[in-house]
């Protein structure tokens, strides 16, 4: 059974930092690129970072600079630093894998960056 379970997400203040994680069961986990993305309300969902296999990472612009995406594939996740954070990163965070023919999607994190 495949499952990913996403944690770290919360309430943080304007400039605060979050770490995300998505522990993968189920699957080759190194066999897999890895990404986060984001849905706000109203909108569309949006790729924030990505991880190959071989860690090579890529990020939205709107992350370059204040996140950072990393993967541990002997825990079999993969992270999300997010620091600086601004209210427009609030969102629905969504680990997200994908192999050759097989992609997975976590169950979301909810981030809300407020005062």
């Known amino acids: 059974q495949v499952q990913f379970v996403e944690s770290g997400g919360g309430l943080v203040q304007p400039g605060g930092s979050l770490r995300l994680s998505c522990a993968a069961s189920g699957i080759i986990f190194s066999g897999y690129a890895m990404a986060w993305y984001r849905q706000a309300p109203g909108k569309q969902r949006e790729l924030v970072a990505a991880i190959t296999r071989g860690g090579i990472t890529n990020y939205a612009d709107s992350a370059k600079g204040r996140f950072t995406i990393s993967r541990d594939n002997a825990k079999n996740t993969v992270y999300l630093q997010m620091n600086s954070l601004k209210p427009e990163d609030t969102a629905v965070y969504y680990c997200?894998?994908?192999?050759?023919?097989?992609?997975?999607w976590g169950q979301g994190t909810q981030v809300t960056v407020s005062s």
């Open positions: 997200y894998a994908a192999e050759f023919t097989r992609r997975y």
